[in-house]
Nanobody, 127 residues
């Protein structure tokens, strides 16, 4: 299973960006999908998370500005970021929780469950 994030870049304060993260592989199901971010010298923090049923949760600093959504058929999660501020500058990571996937071995089909992280995409908010 791999997570591929895209959509980061440089944007002026007040601008918008949309991040995407697609999970690929022999996936049977994904529980939660979410976005986290890490700024230089700071700990990684939750930005937003969405369950496979569409229930969302946001970090306090992004409430009302960011919107998370997902397409379960495409195993993809999105983050629409509006009214961006310089303090939103960070590397954004997507995460997929409790991913059930299958593989083949000598004994037959093997099903496993694990969490996965994407590679990170840089978001820079600056004039």
């Amino acid at each position: 299973v791999q997570l591929q994030a895209s959509g980061g870049g440089l944007v002026q304060p007040g601008g918008s960006l949309r991040l995407s993260c697609a999970a690929s592989g022999n996936i049977l199901s994904i529980n939660d999908m979410g976005w986290y971010r890490q700024a230089p010298g700071k700990q990684r923090e939750l930005v937003a998370v969405i369950t496979n049923g569409g229930i969302t949760n946001y970090g306090d600093s992004v409430k009302g500005r960011f919107t998370i959504s997902r397409d379960n058929a495409k195993n993809t999660v999105y983050l629409q970021m509006n009214s961006l501020k310089p303090e939103d500058t960070a590397v954004y990571y997507c995460k997929a929780d409790r991913v059930k996937s299958y593989g083949f071995s000598i004994g037959g089909v093997r099903v496993s469950e694990s969490d996965y992280w994407g590679q990170g995409t840089q978001v820079t908010v600056s004039s």
